[in-house]
């Protein structure tokens, strides 16, 4: 059974950066997508990016050419570099994962069967 921790969040002013890391356990990662999900307070969770086994990565529109996601098998660890933040950044992050042999990933939440119980980013001045 897969198990994601994710860690990495903080208190960060606006234009600031952070690393979030999905670390996993109990399975390897070779055969999953894993994909990172933002929630803020009243509004739905949304995919912010993900990245298949093959490494082909998507991003949402919000973040694109902020975000960055990688993945380090080995390491069984999944990472968000997260540049240039913004106050609409702010949610609770969460990584999920699901098994596939395909080489392109999904962001659609119903897709993903593992989850992390999710590390709170607060960006604010």
């Known amino acids: 059974q897969l198990h994601l921790v994710e860690s990495g969040g903080g208190l960060v002013q606006p234009g600031g950066s952070l690393r979030l890391s999905c670390a996993a356990s109990?399975?390897?990662?070779?055969?999953?997508?894993i994909g990172w999900f933002r929630q803020a307070p009243g509004k739905e969770r949304e995919g912010v990016s993900c990245?298949?086994?093959?490494?082909?990565?998507n991003y949402a529109e919000s973040v694109k050419g902020r975000f960055t996601i990688s993945r380090d098998n080995a390491k069984k660890t999944v990472y968000l570099q997260m540049n240039s933040l913004k106050l609409e950044d702010t949610a609770v992050y969460f990584c999920?994962?699901?098994?596939?042999?395909?080489?392109?990933?999904?962001?659609?939440?119903?897709?993903?069967?593992?989850w992390g119980q999710g590390t709170q980013v607060t960006v604010s001045s």
């Open positions: 999920a994962a699901y098994s596939t042999f395909q080489l392109m990933c999904l962001m659609s939440t119903p897709t993903y069967g593992y």
């Open positions: 109990g399975d390897t990662l070779d055969y999953k997508t």
């Open positions: 990245i298949a086994r093959g490494g082909s990565t």
